[in-house]
């Protein structure tokens, strides 16, 4: 996540599932607006936190709003992929990175429905413009991911070359 947080330049961001807060802390100590979602309640200083259980099947807290990036870390829920999506505002960045299948050997999660099969979170963000996409092992601690930095398109979006990367041909 540190390595494309610097395409985050403006706020608000959007921490999911955002835990004890790790990255909702990061991005606020950085200057930025956060909000951060979660089902258990915190209190994240500078953050505004909103309590929520995203896979009850209940409405999306934030249904209308549009968020300059999106974080989600070790986290699946897969009917979120499109309201995660239409949550970026234009130029907006999604960092996004969770378990993925293989994992199981390496511990939990090892339930299948909490691990993205192959290609599968690339996939998911179809309508996004990928600046990065990594699938396989990682050490300390041995795990199996996915992760993916996109932006949605448009006249705010980030200059990739900025970051030292160049656009797909």
Not at 62 to 75: D, I, K, L, P, S
Request: net charge neutral.
């Amino acid at each position: 996540m540190a390595r494309w947080a610097q395409l985050v330049t403006r706020g608000p961001v959007l921490d999911v599932a955002s835990g004890a807060g790790r990255h909702a802390r990061f991005f606020a100590g950085r200057g930025l607006q956060v909000v951060a979602v979660d089902n258990v309640a915190q209190r994240i200083p500078g953050v505004t936190f909103v309590q929520a259980d995203l896979e009850s099947g209940e409405r999306w807290p934030f249904a209308g709003q549009r968020f300059a990036a999106v974080v989600v870390t070790n986290y699946l829920h897969r009917p979120l992929f499109a309201q995660l999506e239409q949550a970026l505002d234009e130029g907006g960045v999604l960092i996004y990175e969770t378990f993925a299948q293989g994992n199981e050997r390496y511990g939990r999660p090892s339930n299948p429905d909490f691990l993205l099969r192959p290609g599968e979170l690339l996939a998911a963000i179809a309508g996004l413009s990928v600046v990065a996409y990594e699938e396989g092992y990682l050490d300390s601690p041995p795990r199996i991911v996915q992760r993916v930095t996109a932006v949605r398109q448009g006249a705010m979006a980030p200059k990739l070359e900025s970051v030292g990367c160049k656009e797909n041909p």
